[in-house]
């Protein structure tokens, strides 16, 4: 059925705005010229964030290009023997590298398949990536979730976007680190590695194309004799080294005494600098850097109009309301205190279809649903991770946040997202019990 429906994921981004600038009109109350304005002026409201996206790609693609992390790699995919093992060794790597970061998880995931389909030719390879990329359902119930780390983040901008709900920080070990959700996050992982070593298939393995685990050659050649000054700088080990040290002494005084926290954009520093390092010369990672950068396109090209999607769901006409508030409005009239979490991370779910951002829900549903929470005596915790958990869920099946992954595994979007559709239902129906059993 995907492989039939689903479309490239630049036309899933054409037919997604179509589809909430239809829906924004009568719902909202809003004229088509609003609808295009709103549209209009958030298409460039990402242009950082996709910068990093594309910079956490390019950058991790070359750091795992250097021959010594190939090599670690290779040795680490050696392990599993069969494709079933191998299987679930991917989907567990993936998923625990994307709690403890979800850039560090998502690239590294899919670099660790490819690597293991090199030694495994003959393994279902959509499966093999769908399986990298499953792991990212965790991440925002993860030590880098947005939405948690956010409400632990004290100030006035906590108060404010709340609507005065919040007036002092809720601590991680309220939501992250939270019993219920610590279980909740080890109950989903042991089940979606389950449910992709069940899905292998019995007959008809697809396996991998040669073509699509073809590199292209990055090293500079040997200095030739009698070299000039500008080729002995472009091969000065001294030089990457020092800009290396520098930027990674920086790093761990951030990180350490700085009082930085572990977020995206220490992800791509990391990446950077000792992608830098481990290729030895500058010539070096620039190759391996232009060769990795081929990849970002979908990332440059996609952005924007997801940006405008989100423009379209958070702007506010003459009729005073947004098709986020009307959602969210839609989720608290039938709940009750039981209910209510569950509600919240199924509007959540159906919002991450057109704003697959972490920071665009809190925007969207931080206002209304901490007020209905606390008004129904939800405790502020559970209402935080319910949303955060509904952000990732259907991260599953928006073709969003496969990007990088697809880049480097050199696939489609519906090559993945069958398999991605039944993980779906399984990890819900969890997520749905655990949800309200905390309720309770």
């Given at each position: 059925?995907?492989?039939?429906?689903?479309?490239?994921p630049?036309?899933?981004?054409?037919?997604?705005?179509?589809?909430?600038?239809?829906?924004?009109?009568?719902?909202?109350?809003?004229t088509?010229?609003?609808?295009?304005?709103?549209?209009?002026?958030?298409?460039?409201?990402?242009?950082?964030?996709?910068?990093?996206?594309a910079?956490?790609?390019?950058?991790?693609?070359?750091?795992?290009?250097?021959?010594?992390?190939?090599?670690?790699?290779?040795?680490?995919?050696?392990?599993?023997?069969?494709?079933v093992g191998?299987?679930?060794?991917?989907?567990?790597?993936?998923?625990?590298?994307?709690?403890l970061?979800?850039?560090?998880?998502?690239?590294?995931?899919?670099?660790?398949a490819?690597?293991?389909?090199?030694k495994?030719?003959t393994?279902?390879?959509?499966?093999?990536?769908?399986?990298?990329?499953?792991?990212?359902?965790?991440?925002?119930?993860?030590?880098?979730?947005?939405?948690?780390?956010?409400?632990?983040?004290?100030?006035?901008?906590?108060?404010?976007?709340?609507?005065?709900?919040?007036?002092a920080?809720?601590?991680?070990?309220?939501?992250?680190?939270?019993?219920?959700?610590?279980?909740?996050?080890?109950v989903?992982?042991?089940?979606?590695?389950?449910?992709?070593?069940?899905?292998?298939?019995?007959?008809?393995?697809?396996?991998?194309d040669?073509?699509?685990?073809?590199?292209?050659?990055?090293?500079?050649?040997?200095l030739?004799?009698?070299?000039?000054?500008?080729?002995?700088?472009?091969?000065?080990?001294?030089?990457?080294w020092?800009?290396?040290?520098?930027?990674?002494?920086?790093?761990v005084?951030?990180?350490?005494?700085?009082?930085?926290?572990?977020?995206?954009?220490?992800?791509?520093?990391?990446?950077?600098?000792?992608?830098?390092?481990?290729?030895?010369?500058?010539?070096a990672?620039?190759?391996?850097?232009?060769?990795?950068?081929?990849?970002?396109?979908?990332?440059?090209?996609?952005?924007?109009?997801?940006?405008?999607?989100?423009?379209?769901?958070?702007?506010?006409?003459?009729?005073?309301?947004?098709?986020?508030?009307?959602?969210?409005?839609?989720?608290?009239?039938?709940?009750?205190?039981?209910?209510?979490?569950?509600l919240?991370?199924?509007?959540a779910?159906?919002?991450?279809m057109?704003?697959?951002?972490?920071?665009?829900?809190?925007?969207?549903?931080?206002p209304?649903?901490?007020?209905?929470?606390?008004?129904?005596?939800?405790?502020?915790?559970?209402?935080?991770?319910?949303?955060?958990w509904?952000?990732?869920?259907?991260?599953?099946?928006?073709?969003?946040?496969?990007?990088p992954?697809?880049?480097?595994?050199?696939?489609?979007?519906?090559?993945?997202?069958?398999?991605?559709?039944?993980?779906?239902?399984?990890?819900?129906?969890?997520?749905?019990?655990?949800?309200?059993?905390?309720?309770?």
């Amino acid at each position: 059925m995907v492989q039939r429906w689903l479309p490239e994921p630049f036309i899933f981004a054409i037919i997604l705005t179509l589809v909430a600038a239809i829906l924004a009109m009568p719902i909202c109350h809003q004229t088509p010229l609003e609808v295009i304005d709103h549209w209009g002026g958030g298409v460039w409201n990402l242009l950082a964030f996709a910068m990093q996206m594309a910079l956490v790609l390019v950058c991790g693609s070359t750091l795992a290009a250097a021959p010594v992390v190939k090599r670690g790699i290779s040795a680490l995919a050696a392990i599993p023997k069969t494709p079933v093992g191998a299987i679930a060794l991917v989907t567990a790597v993936s998923a625990l590298a994307c709690w403890l970061n979800w850039g560090f998880g998502l690239i590294v995931g899919v670099i660790f398949a490819k690597e293991i389909a090199r030694k495994m030719p003959t393994i279902d390879y959509r499966l093999l990536i769908a399986s990298a990329y499953s792991g990212f359902v965790v991440w925002h119930a993860g030590l880098s979730g947005s939405i948690p780390l956010t409400m632990a983040t004290p100030g006035e901008a906590l108060t404010k976007a709340t609507n005065g709900v919040l007036t002092a920080p809720v601590p991680i070990s309220q939501t992250i680190l939270d019993p219920h959700n610590l279980v909740m996050v080890l109950v989903v992982m042991v089940a979606i590695v389950a449910t992709n070593c069940l899905m292998y298939p019995k007959k008809d393995v697809v396996s991998v194309d040669p073509a699509l685990l073809e590199e292209e050659a990055s090293a500079p050649k040997p200095l030739q004799d009698n070299p000039t000054p500008a080729q002995r700088m472009e091969q000065s080990r001294l030089l990457s080294w020092i800009v290396a040290g520098i930027g990674l002494v920086y790093l761990v005084y951030h990180l350490g005494w700085g009082g930085g926290s572990f977020d995206l954009g220490s992800v791509i520093m990391l990446f950077l600098f000792l992608g830098l390092l481990l290729h030895g010369t500058p010539l070096a990672y620039v190759r391996a850097f232009t060769q990795a950068s081929k990849g970002a396109s979908g990332i440059i090209l996609q952005f924007p109009f997801y940006a405008g999607i989100m423009g379209i769901i958070t702007g506010v006409g003459a009729s005073g309301i947004s098709f986020g508030t009307v959602l969210a409005d839609a989720c608290i009239s039938i709940s009750n205190a039981t209910t209510y979490p569950l509600l919240t991370f199924l509007c959540a779910a159906v919002l991450n279809m057109f704003v697959p951002s972490g920071g665009g829900h809190w925007a969207i549903q931080a206002p209304i649903m901490f007020a209905a929470g606390a008004d129904l005596g939800v405790d502020p915790g559970l209402t935080g991770t319910a949303i955060a958990w509904g952000d990732a869920w259907t991260n599953l099946i928006q073709p969003f946040w496969a990007i990088p992954a697809l880049a480097i595994a050199k696939l489609d979007a519906k090559d993945i997202m069958g398999f991605c559709l039944v993980d779906l239902v399984v990890t819900g129906i969890v997520i749905c019990g655990g949800l309200l059993i905390w309720a309770m």
